[in-house]
C-alpha cells in the first residue's frame, strides 16, 4: 500500500469517526430510549452497528481495496474523538433546527393541504347534503299539497252519494231504523264488554307473571 493510499485511508478514517459520532447522537435523538422497549433498543442497536460497519468496509473498500489495518481502528478513535470534543454540540444544535425545520414545513403542508383539498370537499358534502335536504322538504310539500288536492276531488265526488245516503235514510221506515239502532247499541255493549274482559285478562296474566 502506498503512502498516498495510507493517508486517503486516515483521512477517510478519521471522517468516518466522526460520521459515526454525528451517526450515534442522530440515532439517540430519535430513538428515545428510556420510552422504547428493551428488545425494540435491542433490534435497533444490532441494526444501527451493522449499517455503520457497513458503511465503513464500504468506503474503506473504495480508498484501500478493503485491506483492515491497525491504524485504520485508531483513526476511527481519533474522528470519533474529534467529533465529540469539537463538534458534538455545532452539529446537535444544526440537528435540531433542521428537525424543528422539517416539523414547521410538515405542519405548513399538512395545514396547507387541508385548506386546499380537505376543506372544500367538506363544503361541497355539506352543499349537496343541503341541496337534497331541500329537494326532501319540497318533494314532501308536494306531496302534502297532492294528498289535499285529492282529499278535496275525492271529498267533492263522494258528496253526491252521501246526499243520496242522507235522502235514502229519511225514506227508511222508522221501524227500520229503530231496528237497526237498538241493533248498534248492542253491538256497542257487546264490543266493550269484550274490551273489558279483554283488560281483566290482561290485568290477571300480569298478577300471574308477576308472582
Sequence with gaps: MSLTTQFYTMISMLGMGCWLGAALD????FLKRPKRAHWVVFLNDVLFWFIQGLIIFYILLLVNQGELRFYVFIAILCGFAGY?????TIYLRILEVIIKTIIMIYQFIKRTCYVLLVKPIQALLQLIIFVLLGLLR???SLAK????????????ALTPFKWIGILLWKLVPH??????GINLKKFAGVSKKVENMKLILLKWWNKIWKS
Excluded: A, D
Design 26 to 29: 442522530t440515532y439517540g435523538r
Design 84 to 88: 465529540r470534543s469539537l463538534l458534538q
Design 138 to 140: 319540497l318533494l314532501l
Design 145 to 156: 299539497i297532492i294528498l289535499l288536492i285529492c282529499k278535496t276531488i275525492l271529498k267533492i
Design 175 to 180: 221501524k227500520i231504523k229503530n231496528f237497526i
